[in-house]
């Protein structure tokens, strides 16, 4: 029980120490985004969130928010006007030049390095602990380190 809690505590510990430092006001979910969208420009939405293995609709909410503070752009896409891609501004290039690698691709490297039965074995693992900890959570999860707004 104890080695399960320490290794669940570092890697909390280092997605934290990760998200401790934000660049220029970013969530480390922002940042996380941020630098996909660099390595990877004219990205969708759902793009991205195939990149950050994360649902569709949380990363939509962290675009929002990097849209909103003028460090991305919607751009129509050349071959559909009707689709949107994504593009750093500026503001956006510069907060990724300043900052550190995010720890969430870290987390994303090291979860593929498994084989993929230890991968299966620790997904099963993992969504029986959330199940239990946080059963409303688990199907919804927002990107790491971003928080949902809350109702009130």
């Given amino acids: 029980m104890r080695a399960a809690l320490d290794a669940f505590r570092s890697i ?13 006001g970013l969530s480390s979910a922002q940042l996380f ?6 390595e990877y ?6 793009d991205l969130a195939a990149l ?3 649902h569709q609709s949380s990363v939509s909410v962290v675009v929002q928010r990097l ?7 919607k751009i ?6 009707r689709k949107q891609r994504l593009a750093l501004t500026a503001k ?3 907060a990724v030049r300043r900052a550190p690698k995010a720890v969430q691709q870290q987390l994303i490297a090291a979860i593929a390095a498994l084989s993929a039965r230890d991968r299966r074995a620790l997904v099963r693992s993992l969504e029986t602990v ?6 409303d959570i688990l199907a919804r999860a927002p990107m790491l380190f971003e928080e949902r707004a809350r109702t009130r």
Wanted: aromatic fraction near 2%.
């Fill in 67 to 73: 849209v909103a503070q003028r460090m991305v752009e």
């Fill in 52 to 54: 950050t293995f994360t």
């Fill in 92 to 94: 956006g290039r510069a």
């Fill in 76 to 81: 129509a896409a050349p071959d559909d006007r």
């Fill in 12 to 24: 909390v510990q280092a997605l934290r120490v990760g998200a401790g430092a934000p660049v220029a």
């Fill in 41 to 46: 420009p004219s990205l969708s939405i759902n």
């Fill in 130 to 135: 959330a199940r239990r900890v946080a059963p």
């Fill in 33 to 38: 985004a941020l630098q996909q969208i660099a």
